[in-house]
Nanobody
Framework: QVQLVESGGGLVQAGGSLRLSCVASGRTFSRYAMAWFRQAPGKEREFVAAITWSATSTYYADSVKGRFTISRDNAKNTMYLQMNSLKPEDTAVYYC?????????????????WGQGTQVTVSS
């Protein structure tokens, strides 16, 4: 089992930045592909970014490419999402997710473990 806890959400003005963190505990963090998803009110959960276990490859949704950066520190069992140039449409609950395979996925059903989510609100 892997337990995931997100933090770093909050209220920010458009154009601002936030950094989300996801701390993992339980089994060996470094062997899990990780991802961030988000869910806005009334919408389905959507893929944001993913990173391989070794951090050698990263993947982004087109809507965040060039503005968000995913990273991980396996020594600290922590994954990050640096979010710059935030827009009101980025407002959502952000979830970190893990899957016990090497390869990443972009669909929520491909992930075994989920955090409780952290709210990000971007005001215009």
């Amino acid at each position: 089992q892997v337990q995931l806890v997100e933090s770093g959400g909050g209220l920010v003005q458009a154009g601002g930045s936030l950094r989300l963190s996801c701390v993992a505990s339980g089994r060996t963090f470094s062997r899990y592909a990780m991802a961030w998803f988000r869910q806005a009110p009334g919408k389905e959960r959507e893929f944001v970014a993913a990173i391989t276990w070794s951090a050698t490859s990263t993947y982004y949704a087109d809507s965040v490419k060039g503005r968000f950066t995913i990273s991980r520190d396996n020594a600290k069992n922590t994954m990050y999402l640096q979010m710059n140039s935030l827009k009101p449409e980025d407002t959502a609950v952000y979830y970190c997710a893990a899957r016990d395979t090497i390869a990443v996925g972009t669909k929520s059903r491909e992930y075994n473990y989920w955090g409780q989510g952290t709210q990000v609100t971007v005001s215009s």
